[in-house]
């Protein structure tokens, strides 16, 4: 019987320890029967070299990105590294999160219950966005594009075009819905950037410890 290992790789930083959804992937881990956990690619502890060291004498490693967008750690690093660290050995890397139902479904659920409390108002939804790949950008648009709302729903970038500050000079008091993993420093920069512009602006929950991400996470599961 072939012997699979499933490691969920988070972004982490350099300095610290991350605790962002760790409970809840821990959570998720505890539904499956195989071998997991957890690497950060930033970081030295639990690094995704240390944790698929781990795993070498397995038949097969199934790499889940906990990442939003394909940009440039999924698209670079991370199969990089992996063909460094196992040049031969079988494994194989899932898709991004922001292409699952459960990543609609949460922006879809925020922007009703926006439309719910600020129906005057439309939604900027913003993304990490990337200046190397396309396709970071055009999922986050038609992520707004597909939602269902009586106001316009306007996707824009921190980094890239549309960048979110011009998008935010296009609206009037917008509800800002921050399409990001964490709540962590760089959403809290946005926030700052976007008040400092609009003091009046409303914002949404990102998709840290929600239902949404354990349901991202097992709808991706689901594909082993």
Known sequence: MKKTGILYVLHGRTTGTVQH????????MATRPERQ???YLEGEAHSLEQEVSNFSDLDEIVILPVLLF????YREDLPQRLQQILPTHNWRMLDV????????????AQVKQAQTK?????ILLVGHGTT???????QLARLAEEVVSTKPVVSGNYLGEPFYLTQLARLNSPVVLPLFLTNGYLVEKIKTQLLAQDPTI??????????FLTAALLERLEEI
């Open 37 to 39: 956990a957890i690497a």
């Open 132 to 138: 190397h790949y396309l396709e970071p950008r055009q």
């Open 97 to 108: 999160l922001s292409t699952t139902k459960a990543v609609e479904d949460f922006v879809q």
């Open 70 to 73: 394909a940009a440039t750690h």
């Open 202 to 211: 409303v914002f949404l929950p990102t998709l840290e410890d929600s239902a």
């Open 118 to 122: 600020w129906p005057e108002r439309a």
């Open 21 to 28: 959804n760790v409970a809840l992937i821990k959570a998720v």
